[in-house]
């Protein structure tokens, strides 16, 4: 989609701020909100695709406000809620809980002794390889170009790099398709590219001199380009 | 904590332990998992391993070569399967650099977890647009004869750089080298210092 998260190429936000001796963690929370989404991941509540656009569905004066945990929280409360893991309405109710009692543990909560734990299959959180025999179109060397199209759904072509030409520089393997894994559409693994535009055929007359851009995208993303073109 | 990190709403903190309250009814969550995040990403990782890598590619060229062609297998030297990991060189002819403009991919398992900068929008819009001017901002001239070459991680690769060896260094091991690599020379928004100016 088409969404403020695509931001190669946005203007107006500035110079980049470092934070002298940055904590790993700015507060406690942040730790919690990674242990969950590494659950919701591990467990088979949600993948890393769904996890993604889960994200790109925030609102978008709300994604650029909100800090990197905030967004993290605000994705992965979204699909607990839509995968039926637990309700809108406990997690409001629990939430104003929590709001009144700002001291009290997760485990003030918690009601009845704790269930056996689903299992953690660390492969969920890993492994988006897929050995399925597919054999590459595109060769290193060979010119493409990225097709146009605006999905409401997830993808991976950022919308800088479409209708681009550019040229393969590595063939990556077989990977799992995020467009349709994000939308229950299963795998779809397909050929995974590392495609090299030049900076001129991105930002035209404000193309800095000397630059390129690797990208990494999938076999679908692309036409074969002209050797003219490339 | 800066602008970045403005005071936390309050219905932020309610919400996550809401939700940490019912994943643990569930069976979704375990009752240390929290705990052992903060363990693993504030004292078990962090840029040391990329950094070691990086001093044994400097000081052994076979481990070098290894480290460009097949970085599981070398990273296999410290312990760590990691399948997904490309590391590009600098050289004389070229500066790599790494960004996620569509979220904040990193390579967690070699650098730790990404500093607040690298997710925000400034980094992330600017990067593969303007990255000569970007860097200049932050401090590194990369010359225009050298080509600036931006990885955007789009996909489940990720991406580190192999920095180039600073001069004054020739003496010095791989132990004396580590310290000197820092994580934003593997981000390549930086060089690495010279050791004399390391040790300032």
New interface residues.
Partial sequence: MDGVHDLGGMQGFGPVERERDEPVFHAAWEAGVLAMQRAGRGRGCFNIDEFRHGIERMNPGHYLRATYYEKWLDGIARLFVEKGVVSADDLAARTAFFGEHPEAPATAAVRGPLPPRVPFNPALVENVVRETGARPRYAPGDPVVTRSFHPHGHTRLPRYARGKRGVVFRYHGVHVFPDANAHGQGEQPQPLYSVRFDAAELWGESAEANQRVHIDLWESYLLPGSRRDG | ?????PN?D??????????????????????D??D???QR??SDTGPMIGARAVARAWTDAGYRHLLLEDARAALGAFGLDY??LMVVENTPAVHNLVVC????CYPWPVL??P???Y????????A???????LS??GLEVA??????????????RYMVLPRRPAGTEGLGEDDLVPLITRDALIGVAEVAPAAAARR
């Fill in positions: 904590m800066g602008k970045n990190h936390v309050p219905y932020v903190v309610s919400r996550v332990r809401a939700l940490e309250s019912l994943l643990l009814e569930k069976g979704i969550l375990a009752p998992a929290v052992r995040v903060v990403y504030e399948a997904m403009t569509l979220c904040s730790g977890l500093p607040t900068w997710k925000m929008p400034a980094y992330r819009s600017r593969v647009s303007e990255p000569r001017k970007l901002e932050m225009e004869s050298r080509e600036l070459r931006v990885w955007d991680s789009s996909a489940e690769m």
